[in-house]
């Protein structure tokens, strides 16, 4: 970067987070054992007119990774003849081997058909089965494929790779969603076949599983009436509830069960092992990975109503208040046998609460009577909680909930908004948050037995370390309160109550604008949000939570002092861990290996291993939630692209950036022959800044930043997207005036570009517009505000036209959505449609008048979306920031 700055005229770059330069020299070559996600296309022939398939065969092949930052790798074709010799070498050292000869023989046969899959996979991988497998794949572009880094010669100016893996053609669900979790390193193959045996040999049913615990004493709450509550398509079914009258008149005793994975997952086996790598499930649109084997998560550990299923419950008892009575009646866990006596989705329970108070309404038929009472009396109990919970400092920010709706082959048929304030969602939440927090005191207080024991022994497996493991988030209430106040106009700042908590300052605002632009305002204070993140509390996390001081080990977010993930072992190996953790406190623990090492080496190994474990935890939950947003992000650019269009009506401008000659007051006289064209740039600055035949350095990267641009909230998306004036087909109008506030929403992306600003609101026309009117027939200027609501459409756009975007040849990225303002559509740069609604498209096409708050979409009926897995946003191509700062503070 110094070379090519010095290089351009002695040019000074003040500000390197800003310049851009260029690769002069290689001055060294490592090695990466890291697989990569790339394209694999046909080779190019030697001419258009001498090309042939025989000359393009005869070309080598490359493979252009999805992250465009690598360059191309030659492939290298795969030895077939290497799996001959290690055949007989492994072959004959197991002969060789002692052990029983029937041992040696099933060993044999399994060495052979595994030597047998890879070297057919070898061969299915050499060039000619892959320009095979071009051939049948030319329409889609290319083949997505897993490559390796094999070596980089001097000699060359590309590395080369072997192909590992081919995962199928290009925009292909299967496919795309392989290359996805390949891309962010999370495990995208099927469990090996071994281990999915392996468990159906030890536990062929349930049946058997829950008659030999009950024989060895397990309780027995199979009386107790457990209700699931999930998502209609959900299979791993993790936790159910229960509710009885307490002991006390006006209280409650609250179950919470939670599947027994323990039970299945021991320490040191092999599905232990691919659970700890894996540490997640991942939940991509239309496509789950789990971390478990389906035999496990979808069947013996799942809570479905078919049969009796093993446990860990959780009783604590509320009062009507939702105040948790630890005095009148202490919390209680144990492991136990259970079975779901009515398994319900969201939709069906918030039917059943809106029939009680509506008469018109018929409760689902398979609500008995009984099975009503308790949810009516869990959705008093847990109400209250919220309620309670959010007096005492819990932040609640507003966000809507989309879910895609697919076909069998999960390509996406349309997007739908959840209905707002879901009782059935806020029933289960508050049951699992309090839950998970119970759990948590419950460590703490167990670490710090352990820690007082004199003379206690070091401990003799990871689950008997007294560190408890807890989520901690810490607090920014401070910092998002000025968040906040930057947010507002400055007649609303000067009338918010400035000593004001957090809770009731979002409160305060809620009432004094639409609801788009709340959740506007709520998604961008999330980038002020530090992420929540487990952790090993150390002892003197432990003494510090005790005496108050600074050390926090709670959770800031939910207004809990102690709080950690216990209800989803299925798919949340930080889960697990608790569990184990717990049985080793009650005493029920069969979690410890046969022979168990001790000593304070041995102690020592177990917590740090453990805090290994934890770490790559919170890794991957991030790696997860980055690959989960990237899918929905994905998904919406196909529909979008599939659709035409599609027209929102409620998305709200956030930001408005100006050059800051444009920004001092007034818009700049624009004259008919560049009111078109965008800012001065390439030979026209040349020509104003002196006559040289091209740009220097400094005017290219000064030109660049100094376009308009506007960026807006899009709910269906739950991201932000930046587009500059150009691309939206608009232009300032002349000498209008511009009004500028420091803070607003520029303050999200930190300050903006070297001679911008944000504005607050500008006057707008069709850009190459004269007079009154604007292009295509439509009223001429539009005053635009931020923090208004606004009808866009939404367009696909090739991912190498988008602004900013690598320069990626659309077979090699998929196309991304973007927006444009409906009105402007005649003069927009390419890429609209004509609107998956014609409707709004026809009432959008007009310039808006003073903003109005769109009327949100009835939920549809039968469906809903998993719970907590949060539909943000964030794109492969420019993800949003909102949507990294939402996925942080999960």
């Known amino acids: 970067a110094a070379g090519a700055a010095a290089a351009d005229e002695g040019a000074q770059v003040h500000d390197w987070s800003r310049a851009r330069c260029r690769v002069v020299a290689i001055v060294e070559r ?153 891309f962010y390193g999370l495990d995208w193959r099927p469990f090996p076949e071994v281990v999915e045996r392996s468990l159906r040999e030890r536990f062929p049913d349930s049946v058997d599983v829950v008659r030999k615990e009950l024989a060895l004493g397990r309780p027995d709450l199979r009386e107790v009436r457990c209700i699931t509550i999930d998502p209609p398509t959900a299979k791993d079914l993790d936790d159910a509830v229960s509710v009885e009258p307490g002991k006390v008149e006006g209280t409650y005793r609250v179950g919470v069960h939670v599947a027994d994975v323990t039970h299945f997952v021991r320490p040191g086996d092999p599905i232990d092992s691919l659970a700890r790598e894996r540490a997640t499930t991942v939940y991509l649109v239309g496509r789950v990975y789990p971390m478990l084997p389906r035999w496990l998560s979808e069947n013996l550990c799942s809570l479905l109503p078919d049969g009796d299923r093993l446990a860990m419950s959780v009783f604590f008892t509320l009062d009507m208040e939702g105040r948790l009575l630890t005095d009148v009646e202490p919390p209680m866990m144990c492991r136990a046998v259970i079975r779901t006596a009515c398994r319900l989705n969201y939709n069906e329970v918030d039917l059943a609460l809106q029939a009680c108070e509506d008469s018109s309404v018929q409760v689902p038929a398979k609500i008995a009577p009984e099975v009503l009472s308790d949810i009516k009396a869990l959705a008093a109990i847990t109400g209250a909680r919220r309620k309670l919970r959010i007096d005492s400092g819990a932040v609640v920010l507003d966000r809507s909930h989309f879910w895609f709706q697919t076909d069998d082959d999960g390509r996406i048929q349309g997007v739908h908004k959840e209905g707002a304030n879901s009782v059935s969602h806020s029933l ?234 444009a920004s001092a007051g007034t818009a700049p006289p624009t004259t008919p022959s560049s009111s078109s064209a965008e800012p001065t740039s390439g030979s026209a600055a040349a020509s104003a800044s002196g006559g040289s035949a091209s740009p220097t350095f400094r005017q290219k990267l000064k030109n660049r930043v100094r376009k308009e641009a506007m960026e807006f909230y899009i709910p269906m998306a739950q991201c932000s997207r930046s587009v500059s004036f150009e691309a939206l087909g608009i232009e300032l109008v002349p000498d209008s005036a511009v009004l500028s506030e420091p803070g607003p929403l520029a303050a999200a992306g930190g300050s903006g570009p070297s001679g911008s600003t944000s504005a607050r609101s500008v006057r707008v026309r069709v850009r190459g517009a004269t007079g009154g009117s604007a292009a295509g027939g439509a009223a001429g200027e539009v005053e635009i505000q931020i923090l208004e609501p606004v009808a866009v459409r939404l367009v696909s756009e090739g991912a190498q036209d988008a602004e900013g975007g690598g320069g990626v040849g659309d077979a090699a990225t998929p196309r991304h959505w973007t927006v444009r303002l409906p009105w402007a559509l005649s003069s927009a740069s390419p890429g609209s449609g004509t609107g998956k609604q014609p409707e709004a498209a026809a009432a959008a096409a007009q310039p808006p008048g003073p903003p109005r708050p769109p009327p949100s979409p009835p939920p549809p009926p039968g469906t809903t979306s998993p719970r907590e897995r949060a539909v943000g946003a964030g794109a492969g191509a420019g993800r949003s920031r909102l949507a990294e700062a939402a996925a942080a503070a999960a």
Request: hydrophobic fraction near 40%; charge should be negative.
């Open 30 to 182: 490592r090695s990466a054992s890291t697989e990569l996600v790339a394209l694999l296309q046909a080779p190019a022939a030697v001419g258009e007119e001498g090309g042939s398939g025989a000359a393009s065969a005869a070309r080598p092949l490359k493979v252009q990774p999805r992250d465009t930052r690598l360059p191309a790798f030659w492939v290298e074709e795969s030895e077939e003849v290497a799996f001959s010799s290690t055949s007989g070498a492994s072959a004959g050292g197991l002969a060789s081997d002692g052990g029983k000869p029937g041992k040696q023989k099933r060993d044999l046969r399994h060495l052979g058909a595994q030597l047998a899959a890879q070297e057919a996979g070898a061969r299915s991988l050499s060039k000619a089965a892959l320009l095979r497998a071009l051939e049948n794949s030319s329409e889609a572009g290319g083949l997505l494929c897993v490559a390796k880094f094999t070596d980089w010669p001097r000699t060359s100016l590309s590395p080369r790779a072997e192909v590992v893996q081919v995962l199928g053609p290009t925009g292909t669900v299967s496919a795309e969603s392989d290359a996805l979790l390949s």
């Open 428 to 661: 289960i939440e508050e049951l699992m948050v309090l839950a998970n927090h119970v759990v948590a005191a419950k460590l703490v207080e167990a670490g710090k037995a352990a820690a007082l024991e004199a003379g206690s022994a070091a401990a003799g497996c990871e689950a008997a370390l007294p560190q408890p493991l807890l989520r901690r988030h810490p607090d920014t209430e401070d910092d998002v309160r000025q968040r906040i106040f930057e947010l507002l106009p400055a007649n609303l700042r000067e009338e918010a109550p400035q000593d004001a908590t957090l809770p009731v300052l979002l409160a305060w605002c809620k009432q004094r604008w639409s609801a788009q632009t709340h959740e506007a305002v709520c998604a961008d204070v999330l980038t002020a949000f530090k992420e929540a993140e487990y952790i090993v509390a150390e002892e003197d996390d432990s003494e510090a939570l005790e005496e108050k001081e600074e050390l926090d080990v709670g959770h800031w977010a939910l207004s809990l002092p102690t709080y950690m993930h216990f209800t989803s072992p299925i798919r949340r190996y930080a889960d697990i861990l608790v569990h184990r953790r717990l049985n080793h406190i009650l005493g029920s623990g069969t979690e410890a290996p046969a022979v168990q090492p001790s000593g304070p080496a041995a102690h020592s190994d177990f917590l740090d291993g453990l805090k290994l474990a934890v770490e790559r935890c919170n890794t991957k939950k991030r790696d997860a939630q980055d690959a989960s947003l990237d899918s929905i992000q994905l998904a919406l650019s196909a529909y979008v692209q599939r659709s035409g269009g599609v027209d929102v009506a409620d998305a709200v401008v956030t930001r408005i950036l100006l050059p800051s000659s």
